[in-house]
Structures are given as structure tokens and as C-alpha cells.
Nanobody, 126 residues
Framework: QVQLVESGGGLVQAGASLRLSCVAS????????MGWFRQVPGKEREFVAA??????????YYADSVKGRFTISRDNTKNTVYLQMNGLKPEDTAVYCC?????????????????WGQGTQVTVSS
């Protein structure tokens, strides 16, 4: 059974940092891209960041809203993807979910991702 489990969310003040982790189990994900998305109740799921299968094949890709503040990385030996979030803003408040792509190279389209975690809540107070 494929499972993705996120951790690292919490309540922080604006300007703080958090590091999210997503551990995948049930299969090896080293051959596919992985991504982070976020969702606020009543709004559509939003792409945050994605990284190619090897992590080193091309630069990761970020949504404009997080570029320069967030960094995605992966450790294929641990089947884990990370999201380092610096300079958090109240508008970053959301449930953050990781997902595995069907493809080796990243895409920003949620439909291209086949397995999803339950998410971890990030709340940023002003």
C-alpha cells in the first residue's frame, strides 16, 4: 500500500521558518518527480514546488508566490522530500500536501500526480 506522510507543520509567526518532510512508503519513488501543493478551505489546490526524479536533473520549480523563500529537496535513499519554508507570511497559511508524479520530470498540474499525502497544517500569524 502506497503511503505518503507529511510532518513539520505548525503555528508560527510571520517571518519564521518551518521545514516540512514527506516520507513515502509502499514503493520506491526515486524514479519520479515529487511536488508540494497547498490548499485553503474554499479555494482550489495550489501548486507550490516540485523537483525532478533525481533532484539534480534541472532546477526545482516554484510558484511565483514562494520563489526565493521556499526550497524543495529530496533524499531518495530515504524516500523523502522536504520543503524548507523561510520568511513565512500569513498568506502561506494552508494545508500542505506532498504528492508523487507519474513522470520523471516535474509538472505543476495536480492531475499529473497520482499519490497524495493527507497534509500538514501550516498557520502563520501576523
Amino acid at each position: 500500500q502506497v503511503q505518503l506522510v507529511e510532518s513539520g507543520g505548525g503555528l508560527v509567526q510571520a517571518g519564521a521558518s518551518l521545514r516540512l518532510s514527506c516520507v513515502a512508503s509502499g514503493r520506491t519513488f526515486s524514479s519520479v518527480a515529487m511536488g508540494w501543493f497547498r490548499q485553503v478551505p474554499g479555494k482550489e489546490r495550489e501548486f507550490v514546488a516540485a523537483i525532478n526524479w533525481s533532484g539534480g536533473s534541472g532546477n526545482p520549480y516554484y510558484a511565483d508566490s514562494v520563489k526565493g523563500r521556499f526550497t524543495i529537496s529530496r533524499d531518495n535513499t530515504k524516500n523523502t522530500v522536504y520543503l524548507q519554508m523561510n520568511g513565512l507570511k500569513p498568506e502561506d497559511t494552508a494545508v500542505y500536501c506532498c504528492a508523487t508524479s507519474r513522470y520523471r520530470f516535474y509538472t505543476t498540474t495536480a492531475a499529473a500526480y497520482d499519490y497524495w499525502g493527507q497534509g500538514t497544517q501550516v498557520t502563520v500569524s501576523s
